[in-house]
């Protein structure tokens, strides 16, 4: 019985400097199961491509010229986008505004381009996968500010648990605490696909589209402490 491979994950990077395009473009390339499909050095042009080729993934930078990472990413996956492309995020800039921003425009992912190659490989793979991913390094700092900004929620705490299922309050506690769909699976004694026939009804009800975003979610609303 011959063994059919998994399809590529098909890329799609948009940064206005060519070295740095070109790099990012053949580090991923080379990647096995990576596929590179279009590069794109201004925002417009990324949204453009990104709709014509329909990528897995796009790797977006935010300081482009014309229309900046961030608006390109809000049209292509914002909450009014009805068949998004997920964007994961590269910038040099370590400035909360640019995460925030990003995130607030529906991105997947957010890493920092001096991360090391394997990182933005896990990330494209992660992303691409549904799984979002934020740099290491800012994860708890961008939590606090979650909550140091948290504003009246349209769902609250309290709400939470009428709005979601009992199972479906404990898939996204350990959502929380960044574990993957099998590692939950093994604390909830399920299978990995009833694990993520779970996240699938779940995702709708908090109006969210990625793992990432419904852990956003749960901090934002107070559903899990940021000291935990």
């Given at each position: 019985?011959?063994?059919?491979s998994?399809?590529?994950?098909?890329?799609?990077?948009?940064?206005d400097q060519p070295l740095v395009r070109a790099g990012l473009s053949t580090m991923l390339g080379t990647e096995p199961g990576v596929e590179v499909v279009g590069q794109a050095a201004d925002g417009?042009?990324?949204v453009e491509l990104a709709r014509s080729l329909r990528p897995d993934v796009v790797c977006m930078d935010i300081r482009m010229p014309g229309t900046d990472g961030i608006t390109a990413t809000r049209a292509l996956c914002g909450p009014d986008v009805p068949n998004p492309i997920p964007v994961l995020v590269?910038?040099?800039?370590?400035?909360?505004e640019y995460l925030?921003?990003?995130?607030?425009a529906g991105a997947s992912g957010f890493l920092l381009k001096d991360a090391e190659p394997a990182a933005l490989v896990d990330a494209?793979?992660?992303?691409?996968?549904?799984?979002?991913?934020?740099?290491?390094?800012?994860?708890?700092?961008?939590?606090?500010?979650?909550?140091?900004?948290?504003?009246?929620?349209?769902?609250?705490?309290?709400?939470?648990?009428?709005?979601?299922?009992?199972r479906e309050l404990d898939i996204l506690l350990l959502l929380a605490q960044g574990m993957s769909n099998e590692e939950i699976a093994r604390e909830l004694v399920l299978e990995v696909s009833t694990v993520k026939s779970h996240l699938a009804r779940m995702m709708p009800k908090l109006n969210v589209r990625s793992r990432l975003q419904a852990v956003v979610w749960a901090y934002q609303n107070g559903?899990?402490?940021v000291g935990r």
């Open positions: 019985m011959t063994d059919v998994p399809p590529p994950v098909r890329v799609l990077v948009a940064d417009t042009t990324a590269l910038t040099t800039f370590d400035v909360d925030f921003g990003a995130l607030e494209v793979r992660s992303v691409a996968a549904g799984q979002g991913t934020l740099a290491n390094a800012l994860t708890r700092r961008v939590l606090r500010e979650l909550v140091s900004r948290r504003r009246t929620q349209p769902v609250t705490a309290a709400r939470a648990s009428e709005l979601l299922t009992p559903v899990v402490d």
